[in-house]
């Protein structure tokens, strides 16, 4: 390999660090544009019975002011999901009813900032307030019913409005009550994980203007151009062929811009107008009126064999999608699917559970998309029973996780959807390497069960496994297009969209070490709906397991055309001939590749060579990764510090180091920040941590030393090897600080964030 495995910064990463114009607010002058507010809702859950825009209407710079009464009624998701869309169509531009505080009630487009701000002071609104629901666990049966009017469901998921359920997730597998009649250890306990804000620096904003031939053009921060100009032309009853959306570079992602949240109103105000019109949300509007990560509960009721080998799984969640259902049923089931497939030596197991509507910011994609919740109850639950049967918990992790060449429990079973899915075999699993790996690097035979005590301070060390997938099977599907210039140089344009990851350097050294060009030929273009191949976008960790097969195929295709079109100007068979990357060549007869492009466009047999392929696979290989963490607690105050951080991980061949290295380093820290740091909290239905001096992430000095391990394998599926490492490397700081702090102190935190309090409340006895 030439350019496969070696370490690229970023292609346009010194520019982008230097303030080079790239993003949406740079890209166009703004001056002229109308700048779009929305006036929200202070109440969890009310009717608008009345609004009056008069007095907001006539303050001067104001061009409109649109309610409930002007926009489509049309239902939809938000969520960028695939089509049909597995999240309830529960959504409408304005409604009658707003749903949880900060819910959209009225549009402003003004002439400036400061008349758009004046003019929402001036919107008289007079509400019928409603009881709110603001704990899941009571939502079910309560007297509120927050969508009376109805939703779509495009997919069966099991919506019961009256109950306030969005969805259903049921999955089981053999006789579970025989199973447990196998087991003499069993554990049964309740797990709690809170909401987490994604705190991408770039907030959500987005442009929109007319073309010369009137069509609606939104320039937009978002992970889906694709999906973005579906639901937009559904929404504002468009034909697809009318929108164009243009991703430009990301300021972050982490799953929140995978949905749509200002485009609607840019687009709306510049259809209603024909004037270009721009929408930045606050920091504030981003905390409030965006997403947060799902909040769930489970109950986890494990049982094992005197041997250590897990018979029986139990699962009984609830999850939190807020006001509005989006990725509802799809991020809960990936609680189950991408958790409970970790281990595959049961007899039986059960998990089933709902997704239920409150009065709060609607839960979203956020990186783990479920499993990171999942994975902080069935690992706990895990430490847990290995402490009740004095196991070492890395063996009974051992004794029990799927391994290279077996299938995953979960894919014999069925579901509520009565649909049995098709067994999965693992081609590749490093688990146990993992395993291996990490407790060395931790020093855990050292330390395990011999908490180092120096004077009030206590050291222990704690683990968890994790796996995640690669895009989704039979759905995620990403094309690319190559197109050879009369230089030798080549342009990649792919619908793939980097957030800030790197993928489009990635995807490039794929393009470059299949025509064996260095990597500074491939010039990359992402993502313009008008000008490059479809893809579902970045989610799921999938970009570079099903683009990077798309880019191989495209790539391979106008490999092929060159060598043909080489020997043809060389005068002989394709099949005598080769292409090195730099000239066709027959024996002593060659051309070499800049002649080759440049006699094709402007000298003989002219034509532009342009190679594309696409992707799509039955297949999602899983990341696999064991983490493990060492802290210090002061047992008088419960102040502790993350001291080490081991993440030893498969993510098969990594094909820029680098790039890889930072993918992890971020998701960990990310996952240390809801472990011990991040907390959306609610009074009364409102937000209460809705800035950055509210909500707290982790810090540079509050960056422990990390070691990452990379267990290289081959996926025989992926490109060149590889698998994902984008979203894996969240899930396991939880569950392994939180074991780590029980093996220090013995207080067991079953309820996120781990806390100093919670640590003195666990010593005195409380349910923490």
């Given at each position: ?35 779009v ?65 900060g ?23 007079e509400?019928?307030?409603f ?43 053999g ?19 809170q ?55 990301i ?11 200002t485009?609607?109103y ?84 059960d ?28 690992e ?13 918990p ?68 704690g ?61 990359v ?27 191989i195929?495209?790539?391979?295709d ?12 060389i ?14 060549f ?65 993510g ?10 930072i ?6 820290v ?35 030393k990390?070691?990452?391990?990379f ?9 060149f ?48």
């Amino acid at each position: 390999m030439k350019v496969i495995g070696k370490s690229y910064d970023k292609k346009d990463g010194i520019r982008l660090a230097m303030g080079a114009p790239a993003y949406t607010e740079d890209l166009y002058d703004t001056k002229s544009h109308l700048t779009v507010k929305l006036l929200r809702s202070p109440h969890p859950f009310a009717r608008i019975v009345n609004i009056d825009t008069s007095a907001a209407l006539a303050l001067e710079g104001v061009v409109a002011v649109y309610t409930h009464h002007d926009v489509p009624k049309t239902q939809y998701t938000r969520a960028g999901q695939n089509f049909p869309e597995p999240s309830n169509y529960d959504k409408r531009m304005l409604d009658e009813y707003v749903r949880y505080v900060g819910d959209e009630v009225a549009i402003i487009a003004a002439e400036t900032e400061r008349a758009a701000e004046e003019a929402m002071k001036l919107i008289k609104v007079e509400y019928e307030v409603f009881e709110p629901v603001v704990d899941a666990e009571k939502a079910i049966g309560h007297p509120s019913v927050i969508h009376p009017e109805g939703v779509v469901e495009k997919i069966p998921s099991g919506v019961d409005v009256e109950n306030n359920i969005a969805a259903t997730y049921v999955l089981a597998y053999g006789n579970l009550e025989d199973a447990f009649s196998k087991c003499t250890h069993v554990v049964e306990h309740k797990y709690y994980t809170q909401a987490q804000a994604h705190v991408m620096m770039e907030t959500h904003r987005s442009n929109a203007h007319l073309d010369h031939n009137d069509r609606l053009v939104v320039t937009t921060s978002t992970q889906v151009p694709f999906h973005a100009r579906r639901i937009l032309a559904h929404a504002l009853d468009l034909p697809v062929s009318k929108i164009r959306v243009i991703k430009p570079r990301i300021g972050g992602g982490f799953g929140g811009k995978q949905a749509l949240h200002t485009e609607f109103y840019t687009a709306f105000v510049t259809l209603k107008t024909g004037r270009p019109s721009m929408l930045t949300y606050t920091r504030k509007e981003a905390f409030e009126s965006t997403y947060t990560r799902h909040p769930m509960v489970f109950t986890y009721k494990v049982g094992a064999d005197d041997a250590g080998i897990i018979r029986a799984i139990k699962v009984n969640g609830i999850s939190d999608t807020g006001a509005y259902g989006e990725h509802a049923r799809t991020v809960f089931s990936a609680a189950c699917l991408k958790v409970i497939s970790m281990y595959n030596k049961m007899d039986a197991f059960d998990f089933e559970g709902n997704v239920v509507y409150t009065n709060r910011t609607p839960g979203g994609a956020l990186r783990g998309y479920g499993t990171t919740q999942g994975v902080f109850a069935i690992e706990s639950a895990i430490n847990e029973l290995a402490h009740e049967m004095g196991m070492d918990p890395c063996r009974i992790r051992e004794l029990n996780h799927t391994a290279e060449g077996e299938t995953h429990l979960v894919y014999r079973a069925f579901g509520s959807d009565g649909i049995k899915k098709p067994l999965k075999l693992i081609e590749n699993n490093k688990m146990s390497t993992c395993i291996e790996h990490g407790k060395k690097l931790i020093g855990w035979d050292e330390k395990y069960g011999k908490p180092q005590v120096n004077g009030n301070k206590v050291r222990g060390v704690g683990m968890a496994l994790s796996m995640q997938g690669s895009g989704i099977p039979s759905i995620d599907m990403g094309a690319a297009i190559i197109k050879l210039n009369e230089d030798g140089s080549f342009n990649l344009m792919m619908g793939a969209t980097d957030l800030g990851t790197g993928s489009d350097t990635v995807l490039a050294q794929i393009a470059a070490e299949v025509l064996s060009v260095p990597l500074e030929k491939i010039s990359v273009h992402s993502s313009d709906t008008d000008v490059t191949p479809f893809d579902v976008g970045a989610y799921a960790s999938s970009t570079t397991y099903i683009t990077g097969t798309a880019v191989i195929n495209a790539a391979e295709d106008i490999r092929s055309q060159i060598l043909n079109e080489g020997a043809a100007m060389i005068e002989e068979a394709p099949e005598q001939c080769e292409y090195d990357g730099e000239r066709v060549f027959c024996g002593e007869k060659s051309i070499n590749l800049a002649d080759l492009a440049m006699k094709l466009l402007y000298v003989k047999n002219q034509k532009q060579l342009v190679g594309h392929g696409s992707h799509v696979t039955e297949k999602s290989p899983p990341p696999f990764l064991a983490g493990f963490a060492e802290v210090e607690v002061d047992m008088e105050t419960g102040e502790f510090e993350i001291i080490d951080y081991v993440a030893s991980v498969d993510g098969g061949a990594i094909l820029n180091p680098k790039l890889a290295l930072i993918q992890m380093e971020g998701g960990l820290v990310q996952g240390m920040g809801m472990a011990v740091f991040e907390d959306v909290k609610f009074i009364d239905g409102k937000l209460k941590t809705n800035s950055l001096l509210e909500y707290k992430i982790p810090t540079r000095s509050d960056v422990p030393k990390i070691t990452v391990d990379f267990v290289e394998s081959y996926e025989p599926s992926g490109p060149f090897g590889g698998k994902s490492v984008g979203e894996v490397c969240i899930n396991t700081p939880s569950p392994a600080i939180a074991d780590a702090i029980f093996n220090a102190t013995g207080v067991r935190i079953r309820k996120l964030p781990v806390t100093p309090e919670k640590i003195i409340l666990g010593k005195m006895g409380y349910d923490v």
